[in-house]
């Protein structure tokens, strides 16, 4: 996989070298619910991500753990006009979000991902 810190072009990039779109992108960016990166509680899988996003959080000087919340390839998906129009989708329609990643997780793992 392409690094944390690269831009929108290259993540982008990344997928569609795979066969996957930049919907895929942000949609398999949802998985980042889960865990301690402050999108919502860490050990529900929700639409909480997307909701973040748009308020970009890690933007707010008065937060001292701003810093802390999301990657960098996190904070670069609202700036791209297409992958903006997914997150809003997921962020209003969570049933979207979980039956868009089943079908992108599916593909992935196809291509061979795996996770211990």
Known sequence: ???EKA???ALITNFADKGLRAKDLVVLSGAHTLG????????TFDNAY?????A????????????MIGLPSDHVLPDDPECL???QAYADDQQLFFRDFSEAYVQLTGLGATWA
Do not use: E, Q
């Open 1 to 3: 996989m392409v690094s």
């Open 7 to 9: 831009g929108i072009n």
């Open 36 to 43: 301690g990166k402050g999108f919502g509680d860490p050990v």
């Open 50 to 54: 997307y909701t973040a996003l748009l």
């Open 56 to 67: 970009k959080p890690w933007l707010n000087p008065k937060n001292d753990m701003a810093s």
């Open 85 to 87: 129009r997914y997150i």
